[in-house]
DNA sequence: TTGTACGCGTTATCAT
DNA sequence: ATGATAACGCGTACAA
């Protein structure tokens, strides 16, 4: 009569078969099952705040049945009844990005501790199609949306997010920008300063900046270099700025130009640890020894900033505070309120001296 | 009358103040604006299959209304209606590994070539709450789940999985391992013999092992290892084998042990390129050259193992075929059946040799 | 061609 | 202490 498999710690539904999904179990049925009515089960399963008291027979009864048959509330019931969904969206720029993998990890475990999940978007797997992003996410229904990276550039995007539902928050949004939600991110130019006060300490004074296209923060990098190289009075020759992709690659390509076309440089300030990782490769490939011919310095000391060869000197962003107050931001207890204009909050980021930058020495040897 | 401040295309609703989500708007009230009902509304938005013609005034005219009014169906109410959620649950053992990272990349990409979006589970989170996970993602409602990494000894996971109506896949899940829903997987074995093979081509005879404790792929790369090295006649010396965590840290911490214990090794393997990472960090410090005096290998080709230095040479992991092939299985046209057993799918590797790989020296000078 | 009515699984507000 | 009933927003068979 019964299958000779037996379905471990069955939980009286027999001879399902395993592979296939079981067929989800309503209140309803629990209450046929328990012989009462269906808003009892509700009130007992619930706990109901309306204090209104149960029968202790009945309520042990109807969960010891309601477990028996596997019972599970239908989240998609409660959400149409006006519960938050507690799902979290994230639209990523460049999911690539070494240094946005470690926010999103951030981003789940803020998340986890608020009982939320994190619903991920690629902006960079479709090109012109970030709107396609937003009917992605439209069709879910997110409590809240985290910008993870600059989108001022997509105008279609955040208006179209404007129309949802749903709150906002931009993360390392670039100071610069307007922006219709609140944004959290780091302090730039402290950061950039502190790199190169630690390299002028060092010595060096021909110092070359490789950063990336995109916008915002890298904006703000690339100005905070400029600055402080006149606040310094220090010449910036021809070739020692370049401008790549924020990838492995475009750190690993911008090292022969700065070489080639500004000898004299003996140190390099990366607008990323990504950028600088290249750099270090570079630098190996042509027989450059880091430290000790060449300083570079990074900004985020992404988790491999540490294991590089040599360890990377970087700037560490406070990954994990910004990420939480952007949470809070948006899903938190407190959220912003909506009084205009929208706050940007900015942390300090600390400079981590580690084995990529050394004394200079110069370069005409006695 | 107007504010000041001009909404940007706007919509038609005036004078709603940026910042605060707007309240959505309804088939129904859009079916009053129209003048129409609201199964007509349904009807013309959706195109319905019945052929069931419609008007072309009144088409318009709603269509046009519905998009002043800045109408947006509500995926709860759909979902309610049976409609699928379009979200798929990814449940990572570790989201910091640099590895599952990518395939993370790689799952947002294949979901959304398929409208899928993708619900982010971090089962490192939370220790022994790997429950919680269950709670969490069951609270949403997924079409499918996929597995990233070995989660046989989560019991308690598996089982409440299975209770899900959801479609489930294994991915990386090992191979030796029961389960109950289908597995794609990469050949171990024949990626770990790739690289001796390409070690032993180079001179090298002694050959350490550096593994990860986690369950599935470790068991069969180690397997593979200590079969190779059996098959081959060479001895593994005290020492040459040491199981980390699976962490830069990890790979870092390894080396010292080998080369205290087992002088004589020239060549490493190492389960992951995280571990990899680590080692070419630790005989960076130790001052030992790489690939010079000693060689080192990886597994998996991480996208950063192209650009340490020295370069690694490592086994690349089909991960885009594998997660592919992984999310048809959970959400695509040809699903699995439900035969049983589940079937176990798995793609070969290939070795890539780079830069920390070379041949081998005779420690003995003549 | 369009309107009416029902149900999806819950929770909440009434009655009983 | 519990049962009946009305929403929530949408799709759809059925009636007009």
Redesign the interface.
């Known amino acids: 009569m019964a299958t000779e498999r037996q379905v ?2 069955s ?1 009286g539904v027999a001879g399902r ?8 179990v309503t209140m309803i049925e629990v209450a046929a099952a328990a012989g009462v009515a269906q808003s009892t089960v509700s009130r007992i399963l619930n706990d109901s705040p309306g204090m209104i008291a149960v029968s202790e027979q009945t309520a042990t009864r109807v969960k010891r049945i309601a477990a028996e048959l ?1 019972y ?1 509330p ?4 409660r ?2 009844r006006g519960a938050p ?3 979290l969206g994230a639209i990523v720029r460049d ?2 990005d ?1 240094f946005f ?1 470690g926010a ?2 951030a981003l ?2 803020a998340c ?1 501790a608020r ?1 939320y ?6 902006a960079r ?2 090109e012109d199609e970030a709107l ?1 992003i937003t009917a ?6 997110c409590d809240g949306i985290v910008l993870f990276g600059d989108f001022t550039a997509e105008h279609r995007l955040v ?1 179209d997010l ?6 906002i928050v931009g993360l390392w949004h670039g100071s610069e920008n307007e922006h ?2 609140p944004t959290v991110g780091v302090n730039n130019r402290s950061g950039v300063r502190a790199a190169l006060d630690h390299l002028a300490e060092l010595g060096h004074r021909d110092i070359a900046y490789v950063g990336a296209e995109s916008l915002g923060d890298m904006q703000d990098r690339h100005a905070a270099y400029v600055e402080w190289m006149s606040e310094h009075g220090l010449p910036i020759p021809d070739g020692a700025i370049q401008i790549v992709p924020n990838y ?2 475009g750190g ?1 390509h911008a090292l022969g130009p700065i070489l080639d076309r500004a000898p004299r440089i003996s140190a390099v300030l990366a607008a990323t640890d990504t950028l600088a ?2 750099l ?2 570079a630098a ?1 490939a042509r027989g450059v020894q880091v430290p000790n011919e060449l300083s570079i310095v990074g900004f985020d000391d992404i ?2 900033a ?6 990377l000197t970087t700037v560490r962003m406070p990954v994990v505070e910004i990420v939480t107050r952007g949470v809070d931001l948006c899903i938190g207890e407190n959220p ?1 309120s ?3 204009p ?1 706050p940007r909050e900015e942390f300090e980021p600390r400079l981590i001296v580690r084995g990529s930058s050394a004394a200079a020495v110069t370069t005409q040897p006695l």
Chains 1, 2 share one sequence.
């Open positions: 471990k710690a939980r078969r395993p592979g296939e999904p079981r067929k989800p596997g599970r239908d989240p998609i019931a959400a149409l969904t507690m799902l999911i690539t070494p993998t999103v990890e789940t475990i986890k009982g999940s994190v619903v991920l978007g690629n797997a479709t396609a992605v996410l439209e069709a879910r229904q208006d404007e129309d949802l539902h749903a709150r219709p939600f492995f690659g690993n990782v290249g270090l490769h190996h988790s491999m540490a294991v590089t060869v040599p360890s912003w909506g009084v205009w929208p």
